[in-house]
């Protein structure tokens, strides 16, 4: 019995359940992204988890004719190999053909959302896929027309709101699967009640994990808009700067043509050239900027491009002073931006002599005058509205 070759579908079941595992390890693990041993892991789950969409594809399990109720458990579960090859795919890390790799992850959470429409698992009041299909093959221009900003922000609001709820239902029920597995021996009649009780708790763990990773993949689709899109923009970066040193490989002549011109000469003075062609040989000429003695041999314009980005890489992102406070009054002053003098200063009001009554009755008064002024009148008043009519 060991020796026959196990059926399709069990192999299918054994390795889903490999890949289920390897993927928790790398989502737990420590390692970092760009580490080796993480990539190899990545690559592996990749792997694995390819052969089981062959194997799905190849058993035909999934049909638009058919419920999630017609699907056994562990049939439903293998609706997840496309959303999990997806989220494998991400892991990688290759800068070569990053926008291959993330164009078949899309196509890959895009053939999970689908696969779960047709069953009628989407929930379309929180994700509309058709719509998402939509906005994904149209240019970026029928794009704006299409989506809402609105109904956008109200469906993501709705998804996290589900993918909470989600959360915690999951680790409910993964408790209670957690406490059944625990235990063993006999049967007897409540026993096989209470595992027909575990059979629908494990069922409905298994309905909730696709719903789980439904709004994940909604999530997950609008980050490798962005990242495909920046990985396009250094695609294109990279032909243009490829294509651009072919350029100046095929116009820069061999060492024997110029054999005064150093690799870094054109940030040195005394080694510049320009070229010109010889009309004896055909080729182009080198002539230096100067000559034995010293003297220009022809014009130039004295640039330091290198130094000033060199200067600039440890340099504040804001600008400094250049001048003292006291070297900036100084040179104010010899501009005649500053004005001093202004006339003469006003004598000091003479001392009352005590024993000049009138004048003392008459400061005494005029304290008095003000402490009434002030009495019916309080500072502010005609600020507030006391003055209006």
């Not at 190999?81 to 926008?99: D, M």
């Not at 006999?186 to 309905?207: L, T």
């Amino acid at each position: 019995m060991d020796s026959e070759t196990p059926a399709p579908e069990s192999s299918l079941r054994v390795n889903f359940a490999r890949a289920q595992r390897q993927l928790q390890t790398i989502n737990k693990s420590e390692l970092a992204s760009s580490s080796v041993e993480y990539q190899s892991q990545a690559q592996a789950l990749v792997k694995l988890l390819k052969t089981c969409t062959t194997q799905v594809d190849q058993l035909s399990l999934f049909s638009s004719n058919e419920t999630p109720d017609d699907y056994s458990t562990s049939e439903l579960k293998l609706l997840l190999v496309s959303a999990y090859l997806g989220e494998a795919l991400q892991k990688l890390s290759a800068s070569e053909n990053r926008v291959a790799i993330l164009e078949e992850a899309a196509a890959s959470y895009k053939k999970f959302l689908l696969t779960a429409q047709l069953l009628g698992i989407v929930d379309k009041h929180a994700v509309d896929v058709e719509q998402l299909l939509i906005a994904d093959s149209n240019a970026s221009s029928d794009r704006s027309k299409a989506s809402d900003p609105g109904r956008d922000r109200m469906q993501k609001i709705e998804r996290f709101k589900k993918l909470r709820a989600l959360q915690l239902s999951i680790t409910e029920l993964e408790t209670k699967l957690a406490g059944g597995d625990g235990a063993a021996g006999g049967k007897s009649n409540k026993e096989e009640d209470s595992d027909d009780d575990m059979e629908e708790v494990e069922r409905d763990h298994a309905v909730k994990l696709i719903e789980l990773k439904i709004y994940q993949v909604v999530d997950d689709l609008d980050i490798l808009k962005g990242e495909m899109k920046m990985a396009q923009q250094m695609e294109e970066m990279k032909r243009r700067s490829a294509g651009n040193s072919e350029a100046d490989g095929r116009s820069r002549p061999g060492p024997g043509a110029l054999p005064d011109e150093a690799s870094d000469g054109e940030w040195r003075l005394d080694s510049q050239a320009y070229h010109q062609i010889d009309p004896r040989t055909g080729r182009p000429s080198v002539r230096p900027v100067f000559n034995s003695k010293g003297q220009p041999t022809q014009p130039f314009v004295l640039t330091n491009s290198r130094q000033a980005i060199k200067d600039s890489v440890f340099r504040p992102g804001w600008a400094l002073p250049t001048m003292t406070i006291d070297e900036y009054l100084k040179q104010e002053e010899e501009r005649g931006g500053i004005i001093s003098g202004g006339g003469k200063e006003p004598d000091a009001k003479p001392e009352i002599d005590d024993n000049d009554y009138e004048a003392l009755d008459a400061e005494t008064m005029k304290k008095r005058e003000w402490d009434e002024f002030t009495d019916n009148n309080p500072r502010g008043a005609g600020n507030r509205g006391g003055n209006r009519g």
